[in-house]
Nanobody
């Protein structure tokens, strides 16, 4: 059973940066499609992006500002967030799925990101 633990959230001013980490156990991040999602209060969960075989895919809302990377040695995936906006405020989740699956099977507990104006 794969377990995911996010960290790195916090309070930042608009225009600032944060880097979120997602450390996995019970599975190897390089064997899974590793995704990032977010959910703002009163809104549905939103796909942010994913990384698989070194390629990344991003939602239009964050393209050019956020970058997903992976450190296989640390079994960790990162979400680098730059030029943050108040509308980026949300609970950010890391998730994993096997490449053959459409749905994400494993989820972290989330880490809160708050961007002040």
């Amino acid at each position: 059973q794969m377990q995911l633990v996010e960290s790195g959230g916090g309070l930042v001013q608009a225009g600032g940066s944060l880097r979120l980490s997602c450390t996995a156990s019970g599975g190897t991040v390089s064997s899974y499609v590793m995704g990032w999602f977010r959910q703002a209060p009163g809104k549905e969960r939103e796909f942010v992006g994913h990384i698989w075989t070194g390629r990344q895919y991003y939602a239009d809302s964050i393209k050019g500002r956020f970058t997903i990377t992976r450190d296989n040695g640390k079994n960790t995936v990162y979400l680098q967030m730059n030029s943050l906006k108040p509308e980026d405020t949300a609970l950010y989740y890391c998730a994993a799925r096997l490449p053959s699956r459409q749905q994400y099977n494993y989820w972290g507990q989330g880490t809160q990101v708050t961007v002040s104006s």
